[in-house]
């Protein structure tokens, strides 16, 4: 069945470092593909998408590229910080209706 | 701006208390969702509406049930909560208008059992 499987944490990074947390899918045909951040008490917030392959979703500094070759998607950012400290989810939606999270990364980034 | 709002955004209640979280949208998404998520986790779909057709997940205890009046309005109702029901309660929509299917969260209510 479909999946979403992504890196477990937590991750801790100092601020201005490279981050790198790896998603890869499962799906039947060619899913829609996204990254949400959850900030402490909040909702999911769409970060960025990705609707077919090779397209490349970008946001606040972070990008992901949708790899149909290797079903990944995974997210990256240059520098990172303090305020991008939060749970990271990847999902795949499709014309189910439905999105299929991955389990969440959390990212703590220290001064 | 347009959003999904939810209200409470905390509630509390008592063991076996019936309790309904409200959902409102102005997006105008014809599709909407609950999901429950406990601490650390992935969010967990309970069910959805695509207009006013409901659509449970099979492992959605009969406890959960939903209401949507309008294409504006869904209601999650809780008929006798348990302390395993404690957890943040997220709405989402969707507009199947478009080819990506994203969804868009309001920010939660968080229920307590007491």
């Known amino acids: 069945g479909d999946s979403v499987t992504q890196m477990e944490g937590p991750v801790t990074l100092s601020e201005e470092a490279f981050l790198t947390i790896n998603c890869t899918y499962t799906a039947t045909g060619y899913p829609s593909l996204f990254w949400y951040v959850q900030y402490p008490g909040e909702g999911l917030q769409l970060l960025l998408k990705?609707?077919?392959?090779?397209d490349k979703g970008s946001n606040k500094g972070f990008e992901a590229t949708y790899r149909k070759e290797t079903t990944s998607f995974h997210l990256e950012k240059g520098s990172v910080q303090v305020s991008d400290s939060a749970v990271y989810f990847c999902a795949h939606g499709g014309s189910n209706y439905k999105l299929t999270f991955g389990k969440g990364t959390l990212l703590t980034v220290n001064p | 701006d347009a959003m999904v709002i939810q209200n409470p955004r905390y509630q509390v209640t008592q063991f076996g208390k019936p309790v309904t979280l409200s959902c409102s949208q102005t997006l105008n998404h014809n599709v909407m969702y609950w999901y429950q998520q406990k601490s650390s986790q992935a969010p967990k779909l309970l069910f959805h509406?695509?207009?006013?057709?409901?659509?449970n997940e099979a492992d959605t205890p009969d406890n959960f049930q939903s209401r949507r009046p309008n294409t504006s309005f869904c209601f999650l109702d809780i008929r006798s909560p348990g302390l395993g029901d404690a957890a943040m309660y997220l709405c989402?929509?969707?507009?199947?208008?478009?080819?990506?299917?994203?969804?868009?969260f309001g920010p939660g209510t968080r229920l307590t059992v007491t």
């Open positions: 989402a929509t969707s507009s199947m208008d478009r080819t990506s299917y994203e969804q868009y």
């Open positions: 509406y695509y207009d006013k057709d409901f659509n």
């Open positions: 990705a609707t077919k392959a090779d």
